[in-house]
Structure formats: C-alpha cells, structure tokens
C-alpha cells in the first residue's frame, strides 16, 4: 500500500540556518505530494504541493521539487525564521478516486532567536 | 468567517460517558473527514463521507459514530469513553475531485480522565 516516511524530530536550527526535511514515498503509479504545516494550538493548513514528477512546489520561502526517481519529496528553506517554528507533514494522495490522503509521522521543527 | 468549525475546542469528561463533537465546513465541499491525533502528533483518518456517504471507515472501534446530516456538517459520537480515546480529533474537508488539498479545523482536545 500506499505510504509516507519523514525524518524524525525535533529539528533544532538557529534562525537563518538553511532547513531540510526529508520525505520519501512508496505508491503505485502517479500519487499527488503535499507538505502540511501545523502551527501551535492550531489544525494543518497546506503548505505546498506538486502534482507529477519533476514540480516544484513553492510557497512563503519554502519549496518542495518531485522526484520520481528516488520517490522524494524533501522540503527546504533556506533561511528559516522563528516563526517557521511548527510541526511539518508529508502527505501523499494517491492517483486512484478511491484513494484516500495519507501523511507521514510528522516533524517538530524549533528554530532558536 | 471559520471555512471548517468545530465545537467544542476542549472537552474533559470522565470514562464511560457518551460525547459529541460537532463539525461545520462553509466552503461547500463534498468531502468530509474526520482524524485523530496523539500526543506524538501522529495523525490517522477515521472516517470520510461524500456527499453525506460514507466512503473511508478505518479501523476504529464502533463507540465512534460519524454522522453527517448534510455535506455541510460531520459529526462525531463517542460511546462509553475510554482513557485511550484522549487525543485531539480533526474534521477536516476537501473538494472531491483535489483529495489532497485538506482543510483543517482547529481541532478538538478531548481529554478522558
């Protein structure tokens, strides 16, 4: 089946450090790849996605490129700020209508002043 | 204006009780969900309607019950609360035809003592 795997946390960095934070996949044939953000006290709210391989998807400095060839979605910014201090999740939707969202593990990300 | 509302935010209450957890979602989407989510931010699906069906049921004991009177709301009913339900739960909803791109509410931290 379908599934997702992230690095574990927590990540610490110090504010305008370069981040990664890995992901992989495993699924059949052409599944969707999201990055979720959650933020403290609050639900998930989607941060990027790319829909077929070799998309780049990009938003609020943070970008994510699919890679088919090493089933890889990993997500980089490279100056990270205090306030991108949150949990980050890697999610897969796969091709079929009857697939349903799956994400990963999650990964707490603090950035120090 | 809340796109997806859940009441309530916090809810105490002692083992064995029955309780509920209200969902409403204004962006008229047709796909609704709802997910759990530990103290190790660990997130998995419950269930998923469409359209007022139900279309994901994972394995989850039958004291929950989702009930969807319109696709609009998802509620969620707990019978005979055990300590291990304590968790924050998540309704959450998409447009059928882009599955990934989720819509959280802010959660609701059910505690059983």
């Known amino acids: 089946g379908n599934s997702v795997t992230q690095m574990e946390g927590p990540v610490t960095l110090s504010e305008e450090a370069f981040l990664t934070i890995n992901c992989t996949y495993t699924a059949t044939g052409y599944p969707s790849l999201f990055w979720y953000v959650q933020y403290p006290g609050e639900g998930l709210q989607l941060l990027l996605k790319a829909t077929k391989a070799d998309d780049k998807g990009s938003n609020k400095g943070f970008e994510a490129t699919y890679r088919k060839e090493t089933t890889s979605f990993h997500l980089e910014k490279g100056s990270v700020q205090v306030s991108d201090s949150a949990v980050y999740f890697c999610?897969?939707?796969?091709?079929?209508?009857?697939?349903?969202?799956?994400f990963g593990s999650g990964t707490r990300l603090s950035i120090r002043p | 204006d809340t796109a997806v509302s859940q009441t309530p935010k916090y809810l105490v209450t002692q083992m064995g009780n029955d309780k509920s957890i209200k969902c409403e979602q204004n962006?008229?989407?047709?796909?609704m969900y709802w997910y759990k989510q530990d103290s190790k931010k660990f997130l998995k699906i419950m269930f998923s309607?469409?359209?007022?069906?139900?279309?994901i049921n994972e394995t989850v004991p039958n004291r929950f019950s989702p009930k969807s009177p319109d696709k609009a709301h998802l509620n969620l009913h707990i019978n005979s609360l055990e300590l291990g339900d304590s968790a924050v739960y998540f309704c959450?909803?998409?447009?059928?035809?882009?599955?990934?791109?989720?819509?959280f509410g802010e959660g609701s931290r059910l505690t059983v003592l």
């Open positions: 309607y469409n359209n007022k069906e139900l279309i």
């Open positions: 999610a897969l939707s796969g091709w079929s209508s009857a697939s349903k969202i799956i």
């Open positions: 962006l008229g989407h047709d796909t």
């Open positions: 959450a909803s998409s447009q059928d035809e882009k599955r990934g791109e989720l819509f």
